[in-house]
């Protein structure tokens, strides 16, 4: 008796699992991978780049603009973070950007070209690369040694092995959440490297220190510095973005210079920067 219980149970457990497979398989289960929608022009680094102090690698993704392997000429360059979550559904955490049919769409319309290079986030360790400064929740910062990651080797890399402009005002950087904050330092810390930078939804929440810092480290009359956020995103979101507004513009940066956008109804999740990625980038390079 005991034997054909044991038998039945072992069969039980294997037509569950058929079903479960069938599910899967059929689209109908729950654990299905999406399907890839990044364009043609976007690739993946064939290896990844390691953060040197962290002893931690990084996969970079590359945008090259159409028709890129047929021309000669130089293009900008833009550096993203959060790499996984630009161009593809199949890896993204929520859902994609659109940033490369966004730009495919622009270089119709206007003609303007650009290259994006995108790193991807660390997962577990990513608000710590994502920012220059400690959080008692969150633990050390380590966005230091991430920007030397961009500005030490991937940049570098880029310049040499691809047809870029290599000169600052033709170098922008672009982040959302944290990322937005690690943005918000290189413009400010990098004045040399980064002319242009689209800061969406910025964290400014994770550390105060952002706010010392940028009055230490003025940014340039000539940086290009566009600050995005949803009215829906919260009472603090709004309150530092506006405290940030304030500080820039009692510095004296250039009004011509700044945009500061609030975008009715918009939350903090992709759709609002995706939604919002080509008014920045027009903006930013002057394209009418």
């Not at 069938?22 to 929608?37: D, M, Y």
């Not at 070209?113 to 969150?138: C, H, Q, T, Y």
């Given at each position: 008796?005991?034997?054909?219980?044991?038998?039945?149970?072992?069969?039980?457990?294997?037509?569950?699992?058929?079903?479960?497979?069938?599910?899967?398989?059929?689209?109908?289960?729950?654990?299905?991978?999406?399907?890839?929608?990044?364009?043609?022009?976007?690739?993946?680094?064939?290896?990844?780049?390691?953060?040197?102090?962290?002893?931690?690698?990084?996969?970079?993704?590359?945008?090259?603009?159409?028709?890129?392997?047929?021309?000669?000429?130089?293009?900008?360059?833009?550096?993203?973070?959060?790499?996984?979550?630009?161009?593809?559904?199949?890896?993204?955490y929520a859902e994609e950007w659109g940033v490369d049919e966004s730009l495919?769409?622009?270089?119709?319309?206007?003609?303007?070209?650009?290259?994006?290079?995108?790193?991807?986030?660390?997962?577990?360790?990513?608000?710590?690369?994502?920012?220059?400064?400690?959080?008692?929740?969150?633990?050390?910062?380590?966005?230091?040694?991430?920007?030397?990651?961009?500005?030490?080797?991937?940049?570098?890399?880029?310049?040499?092995?691809?047809?870029?402009?290599?000169?600052?005002?033709?170098?922008?950087?672009?982040?959302?959440?944290?990322?937005?904050?690690?943005?918000?330092?290189?413009?400010?810390?990098?004045?040399?490297?980064?002319?242009?930078?689209?800061?969406?939804s910025p964290s400014y929440w994770y550390s105060q220190d952002v706010f010392?810092?940028?009055?230490?480290?003025?940014?340039?009359?000539?940086?290009?510095?566009?600050?995005?956020?949803?009215?829906?995103?919260?009472?603090?979101?709004?309150?530092?973005?506006?405290?940030?507004?304030?500080?820039?513009k009692e510095q004296g940066h250039p009004r011509e210079n700044m945009q500061?956008?609030?975008?009715?109804?918009?939350?903090?999740?992709?759709?609002?920067?995706?939604?919002?990625?080509?008014?920045?980038?027009?903006?930013?390079?002057?394209?009418?």
């Amino acid at each position: 008796m005991r034997n054909w219980i044991a038998s039945l149970s072992r069969l039980l457990f294997l037509v569950m699992g058929m079903v479960f497979t069938f599910f899967v398989l059929s689209g109908c289960g729950e654990v299905i991978q999406r399907p890839t929608s990044a364009a043609s022009n976007v690739s993946v680094l064939p290896y990844p780049f390691l953060i040197p102090e962290l002893d931690r690698q990084r996969t970079v993704r590359l945008y090259l603009p159409p028709n890129y392997e047929h021309e000669t000429q130089s293009y900008p360059v833009i550096y993203m973070h959060d790499g996984q979550n630009l161009f593809d559904n199949a890896t993204a955490y929520a859902e994609e950007w659109g940033v490369d049919e966004s730009l495919n769409a622009l270089a119709k319309t206007s003609g303007r070209k650009f290259i994006v290079v995108a790193i991807d986030n660390g997962g577990d360790f990513r608000m710590n690369e994502l920012s220059p400064w400690a959080n008692k929740r969150f633990g050390e910062a380590q966005g230091k040694a991430y920007m030397q990651l961009i500005v030490d080797v991937v940049k570098p890399y880029i310049d040499n092995n691809y047809r870029t402009k290599v000169d600052v005002k033709n170098t922008a950087m672009m982040g959302s959440s944290m990322g937005g904050l690690i943005t918000h330092y290189a413009i400010h810390n990098y004045p040399d490297v980064f002319g242009k930078a689209a800061i969406f939804s910025p964290s400014y929440w994770y550390s105060q220190d952002v706010f010392s810092d940028t009055r230490l480290h003025r940014s340039k009359d000539s940086a290009r510095l566009y600050v995005l956020y949803g009215s829906n995103e919260g009472d603090g979101m709004i309150a530092d973005t506006d405290k940030m507004q304030r500080l820039i513009k009692e510095q004296g940066h250039p009004r011509e210079n700044m945009q500061f956008v609030s975008i009715a109804g918009g939350q903090h999740n992709e759709q609002l920067w995706g939604d919002s990625f080509t008014d920045a980038i027009e903006w930013l390079f002057e394209i009418h």
